[in-house]
């Protein structure tokens, strides 16, 4: 093979890897954060929203379901962390939780988190993100 030829079989390989790679991303899925405390958001049934709030899992805290209705709005698997800091050796730097939830049939429900620590009970969240969800 020529030189050319090769350059391009390469560019071909790559340029379909990204677009398998694309696939692979969450379909239907409807990302909010922090703006939407207190408003409200729209989804259709079949749809993931996904709620990305800061969070510092060195301290104890992490974002937990204060009030859903399972029925309509199911937490969608464990919530997952991502630092935010570009070193990454940072002991104590903070970063992105993001909760999912699937919207499993039509209806309104008030969804509220709250940043605590799970073995503190009887303790006020020192945050909460509430938004009104509307499934169609």
Known sequence: ???????ILIIAILLGGLIWMSGCSPANEV??????????????TGETL????????????????????????????????QQTSQDKNIVGAGGVETLRFKATAPGTVTLQL????????????IQTFSVTVTIQ
């Open 114 to 125: 709250g940043y605590l620590r799970s073995w503190e009970t009887g303790v006020e969240p």
């Open 50 to 81: 996904a709620i990305a709030l800061e969070s510092n899992p060195t301290t104890g805290y992490s974002w937990k379901v204060v009030k859903t209705d399972e029925s309509l709005l199911p937490q969608d698997g464990e919530p997952t962390y």
């Open 1 to 7: 093979m020529g030189g050319k030829t090769v350059r």
């Open 31 to 44: 990302k909010i954060g922090i703006e939407k405390n207190g408003g409200e958001v729209q989804v259709k």
